[in-house]
């Protein structure tokens, strides 16, 4: 099991043992130890494989913890989980994806009305009773009620970074294949959606048929859905995500690839220009009606280029005006990862982050990047030992010590500033013109009538300090929607006051979708991919940022942190 999967264990166990009423003491232990699996760099699988290493190395793994992992490794599971489930049905673990739902409501849910599936709440909310429990109420029962309606909506999706973790899982697991060219992932991850519902992979070369032995006897298959002689289906991992693997001829690869990636807006787009030209299209090839003469197959270049078409890049596939440009030869340059020299929103562990900010910047220069901005928490996030004026200022100090010790990096001083309910800024205006780039993020109160949230969003824009909306819509994926307010009235906005929408890059997060980003751009807004990394390895997740800005069409020069550091320096100061 992966480093997310027992530290979901971890949290859940501890959820569990809240609704019981047990040990405080127990419960944080187990909280903070899901924090440190997740946040781990090395997967703690292969640390407990490993005699040569321990789990209690770990800071925060004590010798409890590494025997839990240990069973988990075993066999799936661990004893107090096991008995936690005993005294709870395990459908309760369902009603901690409801957003408004926290253990003790659970508790009270369980205790008072017997509630312990999903339908079970949504009974009960519609029956009225979640309002005649102690400190619930009439809207709390209409946000759960708006919750449950997501949580089905999203049932059997996963995050966009789980589906690529197992498609370079798979990936490698099948390129060791004798006889195997290429493996290539297809579908919706290819096309960077933000959460998919399957995975295709493609498989080519002589050892194709190998290789659909090789796949459903993998050991993370639990059930295998189908097997034919050119594609195989299964269930993958605990998670049950379906995984289809095509074996393919390299003269239909090509045909296959584009095939398979859709969507299926854009295929049907594209069968529909092939008739219009006398021709058929399908996953074999592109091919003349009158007498069959196969014009492409090969790659997707020569199948765009029989259409007529400039190859499409798979993140524009949503037949949304890219078959259009095509034609004219107006489709954007795409912005690419290698363009990002800077990442403009991290924590340390000055607030919540994991990690020190000397860390953090080495780990960014690793990766390429020339610069840093580092920023963490204001003060109205006590939970995250957020900065007040005096520490903000201070550390800001800290930072320009810092970056002037010729790390090989730059180091920016910020801060992720807390939008507060009625629009002021969580520090003042004196601590903020100390830094050199403030985020600004909404973090609470996020049920707000829209036109209240449009002006609260409004009246933060007003100070003059702030240079990034952080996470702009506040949603979390799988789990929270987006809070409302006019969109197209804080773009507007920013584009006015110069400043940039962030494209929050966590997986958990992608935040702004492509569609707001097309229209945020079309209001002449600018933007900054960064990660919000709570960890030095979260820095990496600055591609998923990039994929997301591909998806709204953005190029190298709408994106500031695509600039070289001096430039960037200059670009803050206007």
Known sequence: MDNRGIARMLSETADLMEIAGE?????????????????????????????????????????GIAQVIQEIEERGSFERRDEMLGKYPASILELFGIQGLGPKSVRLLYDTYKVQTIDDLERVCKEHKLRELPRMGAKLEEKVLKSIGTYRRTQGRFLLSFGQRVADELSEYLRAVPGVETV???????????????????????????????????????????KGENKASVRYGLEGLQVDLRALGSDSYGAALQYFSGSKDHNVALRSRAQRMGLTLNEYGLAKVDGGERVAGVTEEEIYAGLGLDWI??????????????????????????????????HTVESDGRASLQDMAAAAQALGREYVAI??????????????????????????????????IRVFSGLECDILRDGAMDLSNDALAELDWVVASVHSHMNLESAEMTDRLLRALECPHIRALGHPTGRILLHRESYPFDFDVIAAE??????????????????????????????????????????????????????????GWLEAGDIINTLPSDEFAKAIKK
């Open 313 to 346: 890049p798979p993140e524009l596939r949503e037949n949304s005006g890219e078959i259009e440009a095509a034609e004219a030869h107006t489709l954007p340059k795409l912005v690419e990862l290698e363009q990002m020299r800077g990442d403009l929103h991290m």
């Open 375 to 408: 920023t963490d928490h204001s003060k109205s996030l006590a939970m995250t030992n957020g900065l007040d004026e005096k520490r903000a200022v201070a550390f800001a100090h800290q930072v320009r010590e810092l970056d002037q010790r010729a790390l090989g």
């Open 494 to 551: 920013c584009a006015r006051r110069g400043v940039y929408l962030e494209i929050n890059a966590s997986p958990e997060r992608l935040d702004i979708a492509a569609a707001l980003i097309r229209a945020a751009k079309a209001k002449g807004c600018k933007f900054v991919i960064s990660t919000d990394a709570h960890h030095p390895q979260h820095l990496a997740n600055m591609s998923y940022g990039v994929r997301m800005a591909r998806r």
């Open 184 to 226: 290539t992932a297809a579908g919706s991850l290819r096309r960077a959606k933000e959460t998919v519902g399957d995975l295709d992979l493609l498989v080519t070369g002589p050892g194709a048929a190998e290789a659909l032995e090789k796949f459903v006897s993998h050991p993370r298959v639990h059930e295998v859905l189908g």
């Open 23 to 63: 040990d405080s003491f127990r419960i944080r232990s187990y909280r903070i130890a899901a924090g440190v699996v997740e946040g781990h760099p090395e997967q703690m699988s292969a640390i407990a494989k490993d005699p040569s290493k321990k789990l209690t190395d770990i800071a925060g793994i004590g010798k």
